[in-house]
């Protein structure tokens, strides 16, 4: 059973920085990409970021492009999501998943694995 872990949430002004990580207790054939989502109270989950595991490719959702970067280290079984000048609509319990995805890593039902999740709170 994969597990995963997140860190690095918080309470954070506007226009301020904060670093998500998540490890994975495993990799495995199962799952070869790796997401974050997030979830505002009242609103679904949606798709922020995802990278893969054995390629380059990332992918982020429009609203946050430019400001979010994604990273990996396969070492360490771990993903980070470096999250820049915070806006308040980007406050949200923020999602870790694994998933196995072909051309589309966007969405939810491609990722088997979900962490407990982390709030991310930005003050305006």
């Known amino acids: 059973q994969v597990q995963l872990a997140e860190i690095g949430g918080g309470l954070v002004q506007a226009g301020g920085s904060l670093r998500l990580s998540c490890t994975t207790s495993e990799r495995t054939i199962t799952s070869n990409v790796m997401g974050w989502f997030r979830q505002a109270p009242g609103k679904e989950r949606e798709f922020v970021a995802a990278?893969?595991?054995?390629?380059?490719?990332?992918y982020y959702d429009d609203s946050v492009k430019g400001r979010f970067t994604i990273s990996k280290d396969i070492a360490r079984n771990t993903v980070h999501l470096q999250m820049n000048s915070l806006k308040p609509e980007d406050t949200a319990a923020y999602y870790c998943a694994a998933g196995l995805c072909g051309s589309n890593c966007r969405a939810a039902r491609f990722y088997g694995y979900w962490g407990q999740g982390t709030q991310v709170t930005v003050s305006s």
């Open positions: 990278i893969r595991w054995t390629a380059s490719s990332t």
